[in-house]
């Protein structure tokens, strides 16, 4: 079974910075694929940013240039650095870990949240 573990969340003034941490935890074999995901009150989850087990990164358009995703795949952890937060990057960021291999297979996973609030 595969947890992961969110932390970092917070309250910050717009134009502020935030550093993300979600680690993986379990039997874990390989992961594939980490990253964050973000959803604000009355809209749909909405990626932030992935990256591979080999680096390569991708971001939502409205978050390049302010956030870098980063992973330590010796500690099966993903971070995200936050910086020029605005209002509208308010939301529930969940850490993904997708296609992770454990001793019983494959398997997706998702992490419990972790709430960022930007105050303008």
């Known amino acids: 079974q595969v947890q992961l573990v969110e932390s970092g969340g917070g309250l910050v003034q717009a134009g502020g910075s935030l550093r993300l941490s979600c680690a993986a935890s379990g039997i874990i074999l390989r992961i594939n694929a980490m990253g964050w995901y973000r959803q604000a009150p009355g809209k749909q989850r909405e990626l932030v940013a992935t990256?591979?087990?080999?680096?390569?990164?991708n971001y939502a358009d409205s978050v390049k240039g302010r956030f870098t995703i980063s992973r330590d795949n010796a500690k099966n952890t993903v971070y995200l650095q936050m910086n020029s937060l605005k209002p509208e990057d308010t939301a529930v960021y969940y850490c993904?870990?997708?296609?992770?291999?454990?001793?019983?297979?494959?398997?997706?996973?998702w992490g419990q949240g972790t709430q960022v609030t930007v105050s303008s």
């Open positions: 993904n870990a997708e296609r992770v291999l454990t001793t019983v297979g494959w398997s997706d996973n």
């Open positions: 990256i591979t087990s080999g680096g390569s990164t």
